[in-house]
């Protein structure tokens, strides 16, 4: 894969966020504890590292239009 092992369950947590920031109405704090990541905090520090951009910002682009 290219990852080291700790990188690839750290981006297969940020898989399941992002499907439950697409699909839920569960506050980033309940998706953090959720994957596996403790709190919103570190959350939000790992979805930017990966991502580029703030779970806020990336549910964001889900429910624009609803």
Do not use: K
């Amino acid at each position: 894969t290219g990852y080291t092992p700790m990188q690839w369950v750290m981006r297969a947590r940020i898989d399941v966020a992002r499907e439950l920031l697409e699909r839920s109405e569960r506050s980033v704090e309940q998706i953090a504890a959720d994957v596996g990541l403790g709190t919103g905090s570190n959350l939000r520090l790992h979805f930017h590292r990966i991502l580029g951009t703030t779970p806020t910002d990336y549910r964001r682009t889900f429910t624009r239009g609803e």
